[in-house]
């Protein structure tokens, strides 16, 4: 049974992603804020949300240090900003803070139910058509080059490539290092080495690569 937290300043656009979501989730437990400050209050009370759905564009604008509070901070809780801008420059600064995902405002119902549902299953998620909507920009991610990451990903050792797919699934530090029996500690030093070899700002970021290029090679 998930635990969502939508944080949304509009009242008309949250009633009804509110209504959307408990048609979708019907035996989750779903509760609204309408700024930063309510939503960090409705967390300190209740602590054990799995997913957060914030407006990028609450009173007073979200801060990367916000953000960064926010994707860290707060246990197992996910974080995925849905938004109506659709700027290049505010994607890629939410995925540097360390967000689960990134959400047009523009999608219907039904794709962005789909996208929360890939997050809530520990995936990485931008809304598709914004990854490679700028032509004038180079992609998000993958997007045209795919051979340049299959070339930087050669460049990762074995033990790296198995840190790598692991993180495209959503695993933790500890999960990773329970899995291939090493320490948290040799996990962060791997990460930071496939962070480094792929040009990716964060894990996040190296993540959505990587499911990109697997999802590619099925």
Same mark, same amino acid.
């Given at each position: 049974?998930?635990?969502? /937290? &939508?944080?949304? %300043?509009?009242? *008309?656009?949250?009633?009804?992603?509110?209504?959307? #979501? @408990? =048609?979708?989730?019907?035996?989750?437990?779903?509760?609204?804020?309408?700024?930063?400050?309510?939503?960090?209050?409705?967390?300190?009370?209740?602590?054990?949300?799995? /997913? &957060?759905?914030? %407006?990028?564009? *609450?009173?007073?604008?979200?801060?990367?240090?916000? #953000? @960064? =509070?926010?994707?860290?901070?707060?246990?197992?809780?996910?974080?995925?900003?849905?938004?109506?801008?659709?700027?290049?420059?505010?994607?890629?600064?939410?995925?540097?803070?360390?967000?689960?995902?990134?959400?047009?405002?523009?999608?219907?119902?039904?794709?962005?139910?789909?996208?929360?549902?890939?997050?809530?299953?520990?995936?990485?998620?931008?809304?598709?058509?914004?990854?490679?909507?700028?032509?004038?920009?180079?992609?998000?991610?993958?997007?045209r080059n795919i051979?340049?990451?299959?070339?930087?990903?050669?460049?990762?050792?074995?033990?790296?490539?198995?840190?790598?797919?692991?993180?495209?699934?959503?695993?933790?530090?500890?999960?990773?290092?329970?899995?291939l029996k090493i320490?948290?500690?040799?996990?962060?030093?791997?990460?930071?080495?496939?962070?480094?070899?792929?040009?990716?700002?964060?894990?996040?970021?190296?993540?959505?690569?990587?499911?990109?290029?697997?999802?590619?090679?099925?």
């Amino acid at each position: 049974m998930p635990r969502i /937290l &939508l944080a949304d %300043d509009h009242g *008309l656009y949250r009633k009804g992603l509110q209504a959307a #979501l @408990l =048609r979708a989730f019907s035996d989750a437990t779903l509760e609204a804020a309408e700024s930063l400050e309510a939503a960090l209050a409705c967390i300190e009370r209740t602590p054990n949300f799995d /997913l &957060l759905i914030i %407006d990028l564009h *609450l009173p007073g604008r979200l801060s990367g240090e916000d #953000l @960064l =509070r926010l994707s860290k901070s707060h246990g197992g809780m996910r974080v995925a900003v849905l938004s109506a801008s659709e700027s290049r420059t505010d994607i890629l600064e939410c995925l540097a803070c360390g967000v689960h995902g990134y959400m047009s405002k523009g999608e219907t119902e039904d794709e962005i139910i789909s996208g929360i549902n890939y997050i809530l299953s520990g995936k990485i998620y931008v809304t598709p058509r914004l990854i490679s909507a700028d032509k004038k920009s180079p992609p998000l991610s993958i997007g045209r080059n795919i051979e340049l990451i299959k070339f930087q990903m050669s460049n990762l050792t074995p033990r790296q490539n198995d840190v790598l797919v692991l993180l495209s699934i959503g695993k933790s530090n500890r999960e990773i290092a329970q899995e291939l029996k090493i320490s948290e500690a040799t996990v962060k030093i791997h990460t930071a080495a496939v962070m480094r070899v792929l040009g990716a700002k964060n894990r996040a970021v190296a993540a959505l690569m990587a499911q990109e290029l697997l999802d590619r090679s099925r």
